[in-house]
C-alpha cells in the first residue's frame, strides 16, 4: 500500500504528537514480515508505503 501527497503540510500549533507514530507503524508492519519506506518526496510531500507479505506459506499455491 502506498500513500503520499503532493503538498507541504504545514504545522498547526497545538497539534504536535508524540513523534512516535512512524515508529509505531514501523513496528507492527515488521511483525508481520512486510516492510515501511517513509520519507520526502522530490517536489514536496510525504510517502508512506507499506510492502506486507500476501499470507500463503512458502509451498501454499493457493485454490
Known amino acids: 500500500m502506498s500513500i503520499e501527497n503532493d503538498h ?3 504545522e498547526r500549533p497545538g497539534l ?3 513523534g512516535r507514530g512512524l515508529v509505531g507503524l514501523r513496528e ?3 511483525e508481520l514480515g512486510g516492510r ?3 520519507g520526502p518526496i522530490p ?3 510525504w510517502l508512506v508505503e507499506a510492502t506486507l507479505p ?3 506459506r512458502v509451498g501454499d499455491r493457493g485454490s
Open 54 to 56: 500476501d499470507g500463503r
Open 43 to 45: 517536489g514536496g510531500g
Open 36 to 38: 515501511l519506506v517513509t
Open 16 to 18: 504536535a504528537g508524540t
Open 8 to 10: 507541504s503540510i504545514q
Open 28 to 30: 507492527r508492519v515488521q
